[in-house]
């Protein structure tokens, strides 16, 4: 969710290693000296344990789409409305996007750097779609509002010696020379999966549901692209 407006050794055993010898056919076992510490695997086997264990890197992106609720809505007596007009009319048309609290959208936006672009999405609210575009100004932080009482994102199983959750802060761009709606952004997501395109898998649809997602570059393009042109 975006701001308020109203924010700111053991030793090692021996072992015996043997091993086959592949020069001739006869059944001759070369015994090795004992050697300390664990077997030493072929390097071929190395490589297949490595490449089992070791998890496959994460993709690197620079753009991202960010979602906000526009229209008022009051949660413990606080109205978390913040859409592209909040942020466009802040000092400096900038703001911290605070209040994430899921891990995988809080991790997104530990890989944000200062100059991405994002998208500011408008969720929640009668007609949902991208409205703008946002700087990235300010990389992760710790988000204050996990430790306020008084906030509608306090944490209590979050600690100021050990933070659970980051925020970034954001500066306003432009709007859109139109909104692009979600329905419009739907229809080629189902053209793009049924015969190939960018939006094919872009996660505003296989992981719709985290307010902070990433775009690839072809995604962040085609989809800006559609503001010349008219809806589907």
């Given amino acids: 969710m975006a701001p308020k407006r109203t924010r700111a050794s053991t030793r090692a055993a021996k072992s015996y290693d043997t091993a086959s010898n592949s020069d001739d056919n006869s059944d001759e076992v070369v015994v090795r000296k004992p050697v300390r510490g664990k077997r030493t695997a072929p390097a071929s086997d190395r490589s297949e344990t490595k490449a089992k264990t070791e998890p496959p890197s994460r993709p690197l992106y620079s753009h991202w789409l960010m979602k906000s609720e526009p229209e008022s809505r009051v949660e413990n007596g606080i109205d978390v409305k913040f859409g592209i007009e909040d942020l466009k009319a802040l000092p400096n048309q900038s703001g911290c996007w605070d209040g994430v609290r899921n891990y995988q959208a809080r991790n997104f936006m530990r ?38 009482k008084k906030d509608v994102h306090f944490d209590a199983s979050s600690k100021p010696d050990n933070p659970k959750w980051s925020m970034v802060d954001v500066q306003y761009q432009r ?31 296989t992981r719709a549901r985290l307010s902070v997602q990433p775009l690839t570059s072809e995604e962040f393009d085609f989809v800006l692209d559609l503001e010349n042109k008219e809806s589907i």
């Fill in 175 to 205: 709007m859109l020379q139109r909104f692009i709606p979600l329905s419009e952004l739907k229809k080629y997501h189902l053209q793009h999966s049924a015969k190939g395109g960018p939006l094919k898998n872009m996660a505003l649809f």
């Fill in 111 to 148: 890989d944000m750097k200062e100059g991405h672009l994002a998208f500011f999405y408008h969720s929640n609210c009668k007609e949902p779609g991208i409205a703008g575009v946002m700087e990235i100004v300010k990389e992760a932080y710790v988000d204050h509002t996990q430790f306020d």
